[in-house]
């Protein structure tokens, strides 16, 4: 509480006041710090101090007259309350929870590789790191967490569940989601790892002359990374080089800074890379760029999905709308808001959404008149591609690791033969046979459905006819989903060649030989920025 140096300088009712608002604070603090446990409020106006007199008088009765309410405990869930009211990003953050913030912006934290934002039914998925252990066990973008060990996440506020799924280095943690609308169940038991923030995992020239460019975050030290990269690959070799795609996928964003001074890099002095419009009125800023375009117009490609998010959006959405690169894939995750982090005097901290921001011509991701809306419709690309990845049979086929584990035991072979030469042995039959060995039994819904209906008319005793319609659409369907593994045998072929690859050689190999050379959305845009 801030007191003035010369008292003697107020009139007497002014002197009143003065020691009636000092005394008021005074009695405030010790009540609250021997009776609700060690939490400490500090207050800086009359106002608060009315609203502090009426809970600490309020929180002091409860705990005389009902001694099984813990005034700490009803602090925790007002608090709470408090922040439900605001936005799901928003949140009171404990002190481990905040060392571990903390942990994650110094270059590494140990946890299981996603990124996540809060659900109605508990944590939705809203990118997977690559390389960690979520995405060697098949978590998806999309899938909803309502489980952490025995945690239910429905039951505590979202940005506290976070932290569940951070620890220490291996040790296990249980969780289990929904997926497909909320109609599979799943369970995955996971070791959590030491992650370093690679922020660049892969960047290497394509056989068209195309600088191939891999980003997983927006972390401290992402800018710095990519100019020595574009050193390196592109200003040594500017005659060689014809185009330049930055792979945003599955991004989760980061930093605001980072995204800001990586949009520098690409785009002329003076246009806007983003604006940023607070929660107070007085403030609004715009950030420009401030040098010139390092690649002197270099055409330009950014492949982004429902993954991309944050300051990927900011990287994706000025470089689009200042005209300077087209988006290639899927719509962006639409988080059109700006987080800060408020450490407090007792070693904790709140994370407050405090702006929204917008592109060139005052474009929005989310609504600027709506205090409420926390999400909007995502930044939609210029070319839209969808990836078969996340299918259905592919997403049952990811989570049964069946995939990896062939790859582990015929990798040589593998190699030897790469899986897109007329030469190769048939690797998808193989496979298929390896699967059904170790009881791979894929369903697609339709199969499902038939299934269930045709038990409903036997148990009700339907005529023999609608039962021999409803059998004869349940067999067709088996035999369409026995299918599936000729259906995708290129992205079989291509996946098993990538994870033989990583196994022997590491990731930068695989992307170089089983991933740029197949992979669709990196295919269509080198056609456009090559004007085919």
């Keep these: 509480m801030s007191l003035p140096q010369n008292e003697h300088h107020l009139n007497p009712d002014q002197l009143k006041n003065h020691r009636r608002t000092m005394i008021w604070g005074m009695a405030i603090f010790f009540v609250l710090i021997f009776s609700v446990g060690g939490f400490s409020l500090y207050v800086f106006s009359d106002d608060s101090l009315s609203y502090s007199g009426d809970l600490v008088s309020s929180l002091r009765l409860i705990s005389m007259l009902n001694h099984g309410e813990s005034p700490t405990q009803m602090v925790r869930e007002a608090r709470e309350a408090v922040f439900d009211k605001l936005d799901r990003y928003s949140g009171y953050i404990e002190p481990r929870e905040l060392d571990r913030v903390t942990e994650e912006f110094s270059g590494s934290y140990g946890g299981i590789g996603i990124t996540i934002v809060g659900h109605e039914y508990g944590l939705m998925v809203m990118s997977v790191r690559e390389d960690g252990p979520a995405s060697r ?209 007792d070693g904790s901290g709140v994370r407050l959404t405090t702006a929204r921001y917008y592109f060139e011509g005052k474009k929005f991701i989310n609504d600027p008149a709506d205090p409420k809306m926390d999400s909007g419709a995502g930044i939609p690309p210029d070319y839209y591609y969808h990836s078969n990845a996340t299918d259905k049979f592919l997403t049952w086929l990811e989570l049964s690791l069946l995939m990896r584990d062939f790859a582990l035991k015929h990798k040589d072979d593998i190699i030897k033969y790469s899986p897109f030469t007329t030469t190769a042995p048939s690797w998808v039959d193989k496979f298929t046979v390896y699967a059904g060995e170790n009881g791979f039994a894929y369903q697609s819904d339709l199969t499902t459905e038939a299934e269930f209906i045709r038990d409903e008319i036997v148990f009700k005793k339907y005529s023999d006819d609608a039962f021999r319609a409803i059998d004869n659409i349940y067999k067709i369907s088996q035999e369409e989903d026995s299918r599936q593994f000729q259906a995708y045998s290129d992205y079989i072929r291509q996946r098993l060649y990538q994870i033989a690859l990583e196994i022997e050689y590491g990731s930068a190999r695989a992307y170089r030989d089983a991933i740029i050379p197949y992979r669709r959305d990196i295919i269509l845009a080198e056609k456009i920025l090559h004007h085919d």
Aim: net charge neutral.
């Design 137 to 345: 066990a098949g978590v998806r973008t999309g899938d909803i967490i309502i489980r952490v060990d025995s945690t239910d996440l429905r039951d505590i506020g979202s940005y506290r569940a976070t932290f569940l799924l951070r620890g220490e280095e291996g040790t296990g943690v249980d969780i289990t989601m929904v997926r497909n609308n909320l109609s599979d169940t799943l369970d995955f038991h996971l070791t959590r790892e030491k992650l370093r923030l690679i922020h660049i995992p892969y960047a290497g020239l394509t056989a068209r002359n195309t600088l191939y460019i891999r980003i997983l975050d927006f972390e401290s030290g992402l800018t710095s990374e990519l100019l020595d990269i574009l050193d390196t690959l592109y200003l040594n070799r500017k005659d060689s080089v014809k185009a330049l795609i930055l792979d945003l996928r599955g991004n989760p964003g980061g930093l605001l800074g980072e995204a800001i001074a990586c949009s520098n890099l690409f785009l002329k002095k003076g246009m806007l890379i983003v604006g940023v419009k607070g929660r107070s009125r007085w403030r609004v800023e715009e950030y420009r760029a401030t040098a010139k375009d390092i690649t002197g117009g270099l055409p330009m490609a950014i492949l982004v999905d429902r993954g991309s998010a944050s300051a990927s959006e900011i990287l994706a959405g000025a470089l689009k709308y200042a005209g300077r690169a087209i988006l290639v894939g899927d719509t962006t995750f639409g988080k059109g808001l700006v987080q800060e982090y408020h450490g407090l005097g």
